[in-house]
């Protein structure tokens, strides 16, 4: 009886550490997949977000194809506006003693980036205003804060459950 059981045992714990070692390798695997699939998450988010301020503005169909590739360039746009701005970014934190001139240029890089997508949302607003109203023009605006709060809002809720699992 003692045989068996001690036998029971010696299965349950190879069975226990064949189910660890796969979930390891599985968890391994995700995370490389996630790794390369940065674009194509950044990629979904942006369509999401398209189609979310396409939405909330109450489109007719003859604005739809006009509005999202519109949109769709816009939202390139500004993400190319602070492409330096995150190259300096991840420059200084990756830095472990960033210099002044350093923490300048970024302080610099964030400063022009803003007066860029100042620039680039009035001629934008300018564009949309042909085949948009005004009304729509600032649903939009509202749409796009709305998201960006979501976002964050899920960012958060996202950041506190890794925070808890530690």
Known sequence: MKNTLNFVSVRLRVLLLVILST???????????NNHRGGDIHKEIRDFRIKFVAQE??????QRKEFMETYSHLINDRRNAYAKVRELEK???DKKNASEADYKDLSDARSKASSEIVNLNTR???IFSKFLSQKQIV???????????RMLEMRGKSHSKK???K
């Open 23 to 33: 979930v390891c390798v599985a968890g391994a695997n995700a995370q490389k997949k």
């Open 139 to 149: 649903k939009m605006k509202e749409a796009e804060e709305k998201f960006r709060t």
């Open 57 to 62: 503005i109450e489109l007719r169909d003859d």
């Open 91 to 93: 420059k200084v934190k």
């Open 163 to 165: 925070g808890m699992k």
């Open 124 to 126: 934008y607003d300018a």
